[in-house]
């Protein structure tokens, strides 16, 4: 268990919230060094995500199904137009509002970091068989939906 930090007190390493966190630092750290090798970041990939999964949307409906703070997706959407990976277009039917859509390229760009997510799982979980895999899956994602039902 050293590589679990020896620095630790043995009962901390042994916590299931300190393994958690552990482990969730070094996955912020091997999806970050993903999407920079992208030149991207979290934010980029969600809303390239949701704009391929969903279809074009409004700033505020992309940051609401996000769950990115209104000025960080502003932000977000300014970096990826200026690559040209999305368009922003005034709202036929709301002129105050922006549509914003994919490119050709964001959409290959979404599949790109979509590659690069499913490799930082594969590395991330490499120790697991592939049931252990779905089963933590199933796990984490029982835990989640505890704790952010409204």
């Given at each position: 268990?050293?590589?679990?930090?020896?620095?630790?007190?043995?009962?901390?390493?042994?916590?299931?919230?300190?393994?958690?966190?552990?482990?969730?630092?070094?996955?912020?750290?091997?999806?970050?060094?993903?999407?920079?090798?992208?030149?991207?970041?979290?934010?980029?990939?969600?809303?390239?995500?949701?704009?391929?999964?969903?279809?074009?949307?409004?700033?505020?409906?992309?940051?609401?199904?996000?769950?990115?703070?209104?000025?960080?997706?502003?932000?977000?959407?300014?970096?990826?137009?200026?690559?040209?990976?999305?368009?922003?277009?005034?709202?036929?039917?709301?002129?105050r509002r922006n549509v914003i859509s994919l490119t050709d390229a964001?959409?290959?760009?979404?599949?790109?970091?979509?590659?690069?997510?499913?490799?930082?799982?594969?590395?991330?979980?490499?120790?697991?068989?592939?049931?252990?895999?779905?089963?933590?899956?199933?796990?984490?994602?029982?835990?989640?939906?505890?704790?952010?039902?409204?």
């Amino acid at each position: 268990m050293e590589s679990t930090g020896p620095q630790s007190p043995a009962g901390l390493r042994t916590t299931p919230s300190w393994l958690l966190n552990q482990t969730a630092s070094h996955a912020a750290r091997l999806i970050g060094e993903g999407f920079a090798a992208h030149g991207l970041r979290g934010y980029h990939y969600r809303l390239l995500a949701a704009l391929a999964e969903g279809g074009p949307a409004s700033q505020a409906d992309l940051g609401r199904r996000c769950g990115i703070d209104r000025s960080d997706v502003v932000a977000a959407i300014n970096d990826l137009a200026g690559r040209g990976l999305v368009v922003r277009a005034p709202d036929p039917a709301d002129r105050r509002r922006n549509v914003i859509s994919l490119t050709d390229a964001g959409s290959d760009e979404a599949d790109r970091m979509g590659e690069t997510v499913e490799r930082v799982q594969r590395d991330l979980l490499a120790p697991l068989s592939t049931d252990e895999r779905d089963q933590l899956t199933r796990l984490l994602t029982r835990l989640l939906d505890h704790h952010t039902r409204h």
